[in-house]
Nanobody
Framework: VQLVESGGGLVQAGGSLRLSCVAS????????MAWYRQGPGKQREAVAY???????NYADSVKGRFTISRDNAKNTVYLQMNSLKPEDTAVYYC????????WGQGTQVTVSS
């Protein structure tokens, strides 16, 4: 399965971005999908996940600001990011929650103060 993330960019603190991740292959709908991020000098961390039944879960650092959603017809998972903070600056990736697929190239999000 190939993962292609997009939607990143440079935004001021308080701004918003919507990330998209398209997965090839036919098993997208049955998988719990997740967004991860890796900030400068930091380890990759999980940000949010969404199950096949649309149950969601968020890291405490983004709860109330980020929203994960999915469109199984388009094999796409989204991450709506509002009230962005400089500490949200990172490369954002998607994958299954079980990290079953190869990583994509990610999409860079830079939040300026």
């Amino acid at each position: 399965v190939q993962l292609v993330e997009s939607g990143g960019g440079l935004v001021q603190a308080g701004g918003s971005l919507r990330l998209s991740c398209v997965a090839s292959g036919s098993s997208f709908s049955i998988n719990t999908m997740a967004w991860y991020r890796q900030g400068p000098g930091k380890q990759r961390e999980a940000v949010a996940y969404i199950t096949s039944g649309d149950t969601t879960n968020y890291a405490d650092s983004v709860k109330g600001r980020f929203t994960i959603s999915r469109d199984n017809a388009k094999n796409t998972v989204y991450l709506q990011m509002n009230s962005l903070k400089p500490e949200d600056t990172a490369v954002y990736y998607c994958n299954t929650r079980a990290l079953a697929w190869n990583w994509g190239q990610g999409t860079q999000v830079t939040v300026s103060s």
